[in-house]
């Protein structure tokens, strides 16, 4: 059975952890390591929180008694300056954000038809036609990058949309200072607007929880 999976941004964590700390007391023992932070109830219960932004804190890791959400809160709560791209064939956006709070941002798109399914001499010239449109959308996706995030003390790179458009993008030369700062996974986002741009932070902020029951041998 696949264990239930949530992604909280950190108000509504802290309020997860209390509920669930409440349902399984005693727990027993926090554990908080480089990239993830465990809670081990009494019973064997326990829950897997995996935060943005890793390492967490040196001098936080390490096993602790007890319920100890201090560390992992600490560390979501934590302001950073986030870049966000999004890209998806045919559209992209590009944006800075402090904390929560969108300071630049551009976002566009560019005409990319769709595949042609039939056959002759002119499925070629549309396939060419196509390739062409869609060198020049992630061209100018990359220009909307590097205009947007590049000379900004950035703490981390958060990418939405099509994994293969942005490798494509990223591989400009001119963004490999970026590509350090990538946060990992690449999130599903749509149509790339400034709407879908302007929500990210709920997305960018989240930690991954995945409780487990109690474990049997």
Avoid: N
Wanted: glycine fraction near 10%.
């Amino acid at each position: 059975m696949t264990a239930e999976r949530y992604e909280l941004p950190p108000a509504r964590l802290a309020r997860w952890l209390d509920r669930w700390a409440a349902e399984h007391e005693p727990v027993t023992a926090t554990e908080v390591g480089e990239r993830e932070v465990v809670f081990v109830a009494g019973g064997g219960e326990r829950v897997v929180c995996t935060p943005p932004f890793p390492p967490l804190d040196a001098g936080d890791r390490g096993p602790r008694p007890g319920f100890d959400p201090g560390p992992l809160l600490d560390h979501v709560r934590r302001e950073r300056m986030v870049g966000v791209l999004l890209v998806r064939l045919g559209g992209h956006a590009a944006g800075v954000f402090e904390g929560e709070r969108l300071v630049d941002s551009k976002v566009g798109s560019r005409l990319v038809h769709g595949r042609h399914r039939k056959g002759g001499s002119s499925s070629g010239r549309f396939a060419r036609r196509r390739e062409g449109q869609a060198r020049a959308a992630l061209a100018q996706a990359a220009d909307v990058a590097a205009r947007v995030l590049l000379d900004r003390p950035l703490d981390a790179l958060v990418l939405g949309g099509d994994r293969r458009a942005l490798d494509t993008v990223l591989a400009d030369p001119r963004l490999a200072p970026l590509r350090a700062l990538e946060s990992g996974r690449v999130l599903d986002v749509p149509d790339p607007r400034l709407a879908v741009l302007r929500a990210m932070p709920e997305r960018f902020t989240a930690t991954v929880v995945v409780p487990f029951g109690r474990i049997t041998a």
